[in-house]
């Protein structure tokens, strides 16, 4: 069976060394990856899914919040990735968002950003690095917790901005001790999940590879008409 094609967003900048830890956790799961960027070519219609992946923070222009002095920005990919994850949804391509990705499958989808997330939540601890330290709690009753068990994880945390109001057709699906929103994810087709820390880099954790599993499952799935969170269900830890 061909494996089923993933558009992948990254940064201009870093893209050359995430692309392929990206890429490779595409492939332990199934898939084929294609790198998207600002200024590349990129069309959801020649694609089976679809991964934005992580990098600047969004711009507060896209959901009416004001400018922190500390935000970087890079505007022709919020712009870029605002339009394929509208395009996907309309289309019915499956989606995962990495850490700022997760937090564009929410802007695209009308909902808003925190953008000083620690200084809202407070008990939430802190941690620059991509080795898993952070601890998240997966919700009850949620696609997530169908993918990676109940058990609390260990992940890694390098964002600073976070999911405030939830877009449209999302839930919460984990929050870290503190209560900040860590994961998000749509309740019906076509499957979309967004999960705040960066799984790419935990290929090693079967949890989190369960992850691209349930991309490349829903993915396969659209090919052939199926129903892409009843498959992404079956992709299991």
């Not at 695209?108 to 998240?136: C, F, M, N, W």
């Not at 087709?189 to 790419?200: I, M, R, Y």
Request: charged share 20%; glycine share 12%; aromatic share 6%.
């Amino acid at each position: 069976m061909t494996r089923p094609l993933i558009g992948v967003t990254t940064s201009n900048r870093s893209g050359w060394r995430i692309f392929p830890l990206v890429a490779l956790n595409i492939w332990l799961a199934g898939g084929r990856a294609q790198r998207w960027g600002a200024g590349r070519p990129s069309d959801v219609g020649g694609i089976d899914g679809l991964v934005i992946g992580g990098g600047d923070d969004i711009s507060p222009d896209l959901y009416g919040g004001e400018l922190v002095a500390s935000a970087r920005l890079d505007p022709a990919r919020d712009a870029l990735e605002r339009r394929l994850v509208t395009e996907a949804q309309a289309q019915g391509k499956p989606v995962l968002g990495i850490c700022r990705g997760a937090q564009m499958i929410n802007v695209a989808l009308g909902g808003t950003l925190d953008q000083d997330a620690y200084a809202t939540h407070e008990d939430s601890r802190r941690y620059r690095t991509i080795l898993p330290r952070k601890t998240v709690r997966v919700l009850s009753h949620t696609r997530l917790l169908a993918l990676t068990g109940p058990e609390e994880m260990k992940v890694n945390a390098l964002h600073s901005q976070a999911v405030r109001e939830l877009g449209s057709g999302l839930r919460v699906a984990a929050r870290d001790t503190g209560g900040m929103i860590q994961a998000i994810e749509r309740t019906r087709d076509p499957f979309a999940l967004g999960v705040q820390w960066h799984p790419e880099h935990l290929f090693y954790a079967r949890r989190q590879r369960a992850l691209f599993r349930a991309l490349v499952a829903a993915a396969a799935a659209g090919l052939r008409s199926g129903n892409q969170v009843e498959a992404a269900g079956k992709a299991t830890a």
